[in-house]
Each structure stands twice: as C-alpha cells, then as structure tokens.
C-alpha cells in the first residue's frame, strides 16, 4: 500500500517539478509544511464556493441523551 500524495510529492521532488495539491479541506501538516518550510510554496485560498453557491446548513446534534438511553 502508498499514500499517493506522498508518492506525487516524491516524484515532484525527483522529476524537479511543481505539485499542485488541491482540497477544500487541506490536510493540515501540509499546510503548515507549505507556510513554515519552504519560501518557493504559496498557497492560493479561494475564499468563495464554486458557481458562488453558498454553505451548507449545519445541525449539531447532542447525541448524549441518546446513548444513555440504550
């Protein structure tokens, strides 16, 4: 088994060629990696969704009281 990020990051590395590295939500060693280690990284953040469509809406639901009742 691979992890294929790790593998493209190895082969960016030895064919001496950029990575892009796409996500909405960006692991965050590599983020951190992008902004502490290396000053030729950037990183691009889109700040507006796809088509300007908006946000999801999101419940937080306590599931607490469920538990303890089985």
């Known amino acids: 088994m691979y992890n294929a990020k790790d593998l493209a990051k190895y082969l960016a590395i030895k064919n001496n060629c950029p990575l892009v590295l796409g996500s909405a939500t960006p692991d965050v060693?590599?983020?951190?990696?992008?902004?502490?280690?290396?000053?030729?990284?950037?990183v691009y953040i889109l700040r507006n969704r796809a088509n300007n469509a908006s946000l999801p809406e999101v419940e937080v639901v306590d599931l607490r009281q469920e538990l303890a009742n089985r």
């Open 29 to 42: 060693a590599d983020f951190y990696n992008i902004k502490n280690n290396n000053k030729d990284n950037f």
